[in-house]
């Protein structure tokens, strides 16, 4: 069902394909897994399924929240209808704990909670492996104007805040996460909009009582049963049931090369 439709880009984790109207695309979720710039790969059967599902789940909260988004529907449980925008070139992301990057960097503990929220830059490009950047850069280099940087900053805080609290209520830190905002052009008007997606790929998650990692650092650190991790975040969400099977029969190890 997916051949004749026109491709318009693949990436990582997703393709995207032409939608069946102008100003839609057709985003589809891979099971490919890459880390640190795509140095190492694996492809985890189940994960793209999973993330389709989760992050049609909080998009759809988000819309409803007023927080506006890409996303229209899910088409299948691996593909989603969402708005074309021009996406801005940034990963935006947001830290309540400190982990990952900014542990090292500051040479925090991972795991100490951050004094408030920060939210950090960094320009995409992979050549670059998507250095960190100021507003200053992003300003200067004409990314994004001072008033797209406001709304994506005053965005970025209810998306936490939302976030912060939806997985709390089913025993999850919401330690950090990364996010894309896109310009959506309708009519002779242009709004920043949340695009991408916010899943156990683009966040970190942890089990409030274990600690256990629920989210991609299984796979960047060979902890394995990151399908497993996955499942259990949308069972909690309430996206499948406990006795749901995936979609494979029996889960496997995640393998790299
Ligand atoms: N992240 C992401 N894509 C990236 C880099 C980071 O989704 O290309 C997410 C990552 O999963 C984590 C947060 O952004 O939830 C902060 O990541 P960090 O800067 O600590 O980088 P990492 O340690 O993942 O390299």
Not at 146 to 161: F, G, L, T
Not at 214 to 229: H, S, T, Y
Request: with cysteine; hydrophobic share 40%.
């Amino acid at each position: 069902m997916t051949s004749r439709r026109t491709r318009i880009y693949e990436g990582k984790a997703k393709i995207l394909y032409e939608g069946p109207e102008p100003g839609t695309v057709i985003v589809h979720f891979k099971d490919d897994a890459t880390a640190f710039n795509a140095q190492k790969k694996a492809v985890i059967e189940g994960k793209g399924v999973l993330n389709q599902r989760i992050s049609e789940f909080i998009f759809t909260r988000l819309n409803d929240l007023g927080i506006p988004t890409h996303f229209i529907r899910s088409l299948n449980v691996r593909e989603q209808l969402v708005r074309e925008v021009e996406i801005i070139p940034l990963e935006v992301v947001v830290r309540n704990v400190a982990a990952g990057s900014l542990a090292t960097r500051l040479g925090l503990e991972e795991g100490t909670a951050l004094p408030r929220s920060i939210i950090e830059f960094c320009y995409k490009n992979d050549a670059l492996g998507d250095p960190m950047v100021s507003e200053e850069h992003i300003t200067a280099f004409g990314w994004a104007a001072p008033q797209e940087i406001d709304d994506i900053m005053h965005m970025s805080i209810r998306i936490n805040d939302f976030l912060t609290g939806l997985f709390l209520g089913i025993g999850i830190r919401l330690i950090d996460f990364k996010i894309e905002f896109g310009r959506l052009y309708e009519n002779d008007m242009m709004r920043i909009v949340l695009a991408d997606e916010i899943s156990p790929d683009s966040c970190r998650l942890w089990d409030t009582k274990t600690n256990d990692k629920m989210d991609k650092d299984r796979f960047r650190r060979d902890m394995g049963g990151l399908v497993e991790a996955y499942q259990e975040v949308a069972k909690r969400l309430g996206i499948i049931s406990e006795n749901e099977k995936p979609e494979r029969a029996k889960p496997k190890l995640v393998k790299s090369d």
